[in-house]
């Protein structure tokens, strides 16, 4: 199996006090890191047949991992300023509804160019937002897989209402018009099974970095029967189950009119709250539901941006840190966040609430930031040593230059990486083994040639969903 050797480069490494290691040699062989340490050892030494890349004035760090963003919404940056979370959802379903096969691969290779420019190299994909085809999974499965990247597409369905973003008194006129222009038409479970236990058959596992997991739109937008089929495949299959939580305080107040009780304390009384959860926002949580969620082993999604963004809350992240539950990070989608830049999340939820804590050593240090990042989103995709420059870890790392300005001096890297990197400074990425990026160009497409695509499909879907806009428009407006 042939070798990549990167020879000479500094290696982000949290324990030294600079935040780096030196004058390293990393050996990648297949999809795995081979070997890591100093580049003057024997057996690090490059032999015949080895490809070459020269890390001079380079850091290489482990790819960031993106756990929760979604593909489709990848065209909407700079989209709706100042909108509520219920005028969003609708006018985003205008501007993602009714797309070919050929422009969910379109959405896919935006939001993946976005990623890897930026240092990411796993990705977990709330996909979609509306009713979906298996030519519709198939379309966004195989787009990942094109891409390079490793990533997880997450079945993202509801066959219940989305009574969360539907307005209290809609005038019958209204309620008509949605219905025959199907926005947010519920899926019936059964489709919903059918195609998702067809999609982990063929894709779960494709070449070692693809994967499929149930993804609730939202538990309080399901039945009882679909949360407890997530459980059931996931369990069956070994898959994460992933989902929106309680971000916004109208979806809390739903799910305990609706069960009794709020939604975590629904989800332990189905059975089928587990360490197999990861969940996106997770902010209108009280403490009971902090404590569950450590219990179980749920893993919090962060997503500051999108938060601050649409103006939904701020996440609970000190009590969610001091009850000790797995935490992740993620973007949003480019409609809530305007990018796929995962230093600016990692800065966010760094500082977002060192205001209210006056004891510093209580802060998150960049250092846990970081690991959210990379290990703690690992978890939440269920892959087992990313996130780490180790040998035998996956083989996703990402390699800097080290002339910006914000990169000299080094006085610590890892802090240097939150606070001060902007993903402007990539330079190649690799993941699962193979160099998908490089002196500023993906490897496998051309985004000259997405951005001309990118601009008919646009222009297209405007034109075929105009009356879905005008329909998103008169609901966002009540």
């Avoid at 230059?401 to 610590?412: E, S, T, V, Y």
């Amino acid at each position: 199996m042939s070798r990549l050797v990167i020879q000479g480069v500094s290696v982000l490494d949290s324990t030294m006090e600079t935040g780096l290691r030196p004058g390293q040699t990393v050996i990648l062989q297949g999809d795995r890191i081979l070997a890591v340490g100093p580049a003057d050892a024997p057996s690090l030494v490059a032999r015949d047949g080895d490809t070459i890349l020269e890390g001079t004035d380079r850091l290489l760090a482990p790819g960031l991992v993106n756990a929760h963003t979604h593909s489709q919404s990848s065209t909407l940056a700079g989209f709706g300023d100042r909108l509520s979370h219920p005028a969003f959802m609708w006018l985003t379903q205008a501007h993602t509804s009714g797309r070919t096969r050929d422009e969910i691969r379109l959405a896919v290779f935006l939001c993946a160019y976005g990623l890897m420019a930026s240092g990411t190299t796993a990705v977990l994909d709330h996909f979609p937002g509306q009713r979906f085809s298996g030519d519709d999974l198939d379309a966004v499965l195989g787009a990942w897989a094109e891409t390079g990247l490793r990533a997880v597409v997450g079945v993202r369905f509801f066959d219940q209402a989305f009574a969360d973003i539907i307005p209290t008194d809609l005038p019958d006129d209204l309620a008509g018009r949605l219905d025959r222009v199907e926005l947010l038409k519920r899926q019936p479970l059964e489709s919903v099974a059918e195609l998702t236990r067809d999609a982990v058959g063929r894709w779960h596992g494709y070449e070692g970095r693809i994967g499929v997991f149930p993804a609730p739109s939202n538990p309080d937008r399901c039945s009882d029967a679909a949360l407890l089929f997530c459980a059931e495949i996931a369990a069956t299959h070994d898959l994460g189950i992933h989902t929106h939580l309680l971000e916004t305080a109208r979806q809390r107040s739903i799910a305990i009119d609706r069960y009794g009780v709020g939604t975590l304390a629904h989800l332990e009384q189905l059975g089928v709250l587990s360490e197999r959860w990861s969940c996106a926002h997770s902010i209108w949580l009280d403490d009971d539901e902090i404590a569950l969620m450590a219990k179980r082993g749920v893993i919090a999604v962060l997503n500051p941006e999108s938060n601050a963004r649409l103006g939904t809350g701020l996440c609970p992240i000190p009590s969610l840190r001091r009850q000790g539950v797995r935490l992740a990070l993620g973007t949003d989608g480019a409609g809530s966040n305007d990018n796929m830049v995962m230093h600016e999340a990692m800065r966010a939820i760094a500082t977002a609430h060192r205001q209210d804590e006056a004891n510093h050593e209580r802060w998150m240090s960049a250092r846990e930031s970081f690991e959210i990042a990379t290990s703690g989103g690992a978890k939440a995709l269920r892959c087992p040593g990313l996130g780490q420059v180790a040998a035998g870890a996956p083989a996703d790392v990402v390699l800097y230059r080290l002339d910006a300005p914000w990169w000299f001096p080094i006085n610590d890297a890892v802090a240097q990486m939150v606070f001060a990197e902007t993903g402007a400074s990539v330079d190649t990425v690799i993941a699962a083994g193979q160099v998908i990026y490089s002196g500023g160009r993906p490897r496998r497409f051309d985004p000259v040639e997405l951005r001309l695509e990118i601009e008919a499909m646009i222009q297209s879907l405007r034109r075929r969903n105009a009356d879905l806009f005008e329909a998103a428009a008169r609901v966002a407006s009540q």
